[in-house]
């Protein structure tokens, strides 16, 4: 029953408009006020429990560190580099959009922050070279997607820490699905800018790569800094993200972008959107004692035996269902609310939960694209000066895109596992 009333607080609350942050918070306690079951003592045990973890420390410094190579100004130069990687191919700045949301993706973390950012700079020079403004930022909002997949990504990090499992492997397993869907986004913009003729192609220059790698090699040392030293044991996560904002520093000092108006500004982003993930974070431990007090799990378990006890039935229905919950809560909370919820099937279905990662942030990705709560749809629309209706109908194609590419990440486990395996035997 106080699952019940949480769940139908909660999406009133969302419906009303208030923020999410505050919607959780907001139906949880309000749910335990009212349930005989709970006392309202367990909630200050729960909150304190939650946010008392060393794991947990790594959550601020990587947002802290994100937030820092987002405003280093490093957008440009990642462009360029990708630019001169593939902008030579067929579907030329097309390639070069999903490469730079790559490897931008794998410095800041974000998608939001990839869409921002790089937007401002993809879009125009895509359609100064004649391609439509409605595909150019379609583009651009999907391949900003692979930044929560591709290492180092907040949200696998808030993933491995609810999944109890490592936060390193977790990382790495996200690589190559995210390689993956690049690769299928690119033939896909092959397809189109072959069907539509849009775009030039740019001359191959080896000198060009030379010197644009020159400019962005240091930036691209991020993720093999915080990845490389976790793998060969040199720093736990926990101290890979305090390495990673010390580096970011020195990054954002040595190219002469250091101001006290910059530190303050990123300083002030960096606590909001700390504020808001443990405030998620320490709420969702008492949605969880929630959900366990009144069985869900196991109801919702017993409830997917009913319909069969298929593993591929399952996990489609799964998916479904993540798809779903990821066009109306931002990633964390999803992640926090739902996969308390699923475990017990997954463990019952002897899901890896290594591999079960990239397939659940995968789906979530795809949220990120679906009004009404879709961060990166309405960033890409802002920057794109597009109204969200067209840039959504435009999606369609990459929604399908994506869709494939999340069925063959759920059904062929390698792609996930392959990496840890090799690297963690």
């Known amino acids: ?159 491995a820490i609810n999944a109890e499992i490592s936060i390193s492997q977790a990382l790495v397993a996200g690589f190559l699905p995210g390689i993956f869907i690049g690769i299928v986004l690119m033939i896909l913009n092959i397809f189109y800018t072959r069907k539509g003729n849009w775009g030039i192609q740019e001359k191959f220059s080896l000198k060009e790569i030379i010197t644009s790698f020159y400019n962005a090699f240091f930036p691209m040392l991020t993720p093999i800094i915080i990845i490389g030293g976790m793998l060969t044991g040199q720093f736990t996560p926990t101290e890979a993200s305090n390495i990673a904002v010390l580096y970011a520093l020195v990054l954002i000092i040595s190219q002469k972008k250091f101001s006290f108006k910059i530190i303050k500004l990123i300083l002030l982003d960096t606590a909001s959107c700390v504020g808001s993930v443990l405030i998620i974070v320490a709420t969702a431990s008492i949605v969880s004692f929630i959900l366990s007090t009144d069985r869900v799990p196991m109801r919702f378990a017993q409830f997917l035996l009913s319909l069969s006890d298929n593993k591929i039935i399952i996990m489609l229905t799964i998916n479904l269902l993540l798809l779903i919950v990821g066009c109306f809560f931002e990633s964390i909370v999803a992640i926090m609310l739902i996969f308390p919820i699923l475990l017990p099937v997954l463990k019952l279905f002897q899901v890896d939960l290594l591999h079960f990662g990239p397939v659940m942030i995968a789906n979530l990705a795809i949220g990120m694209l679906t009004p009404p709560v879709g961060a990166v749809l309405y960033a890409t629309s802002s920057v794109a000066k597009i109204k969200i209706h067209k840039l959504t109908r435009k999606l369609f194609p990459f929604y399908l895109a994506l869709i494939i590419s999340l069925l063959i990440i759920t059904f062929v486990p390698e792609i996930s596992l392959f990496l840890p395996r090799i690297i963690f035997r």
């Not at 919607?23 to 429990?49: C, D, E, Q, Y």
């Not at 190579?69 to 462009?79: K, P, V």
């Not at 990839?114 to 937007?119: Q, R, S, Y």
Request: charged share 5%; aromatic share 12%.
């Open 1 to 159: 029953m106080t699952s019940l009333i949480f769940g139908l607080l909660l999406i009133f609350f969302i419906l009303t408009g208030l923020p999410i942050t505050i919607s959780f918070l907001a139906s949880t306690l309000i749910a335990i006020f009212f349930s005989p079951k709970i006392p309202l003592s367990v909630i200050p045990t729960l909150l304190f429990g939650s946010l008392n973890s060393f794991v947990l420390v790594a959550v601020p410094f990587f947002i802290l560190a994100g937030k820092i190579m987002e405003h280093g100004g490093h957008s440009y130069s990642i462009f360029r580099f990708a630019n001169s990687l593939v902008g030579w191919m067929k579907g030329g700045l097309g390639n070069v959009n999903v490469m730079a949301s790559m490897l931008f993706g794998a410095m800041t973390g974000s998608a939001t922050a990839d869409a921002a950012g790089l937007g401002q700079i993809e879009i125009p020079a895509m359609t100064k070279f004649n391609y439509p403004l409605d595909y150019s930022a379609a583009i651009t909002a999907a391949s900003a997607t692979l930044a929560v997949l591709i290492p180092p990504s907040m949200v696998m990090v808030v993933y």
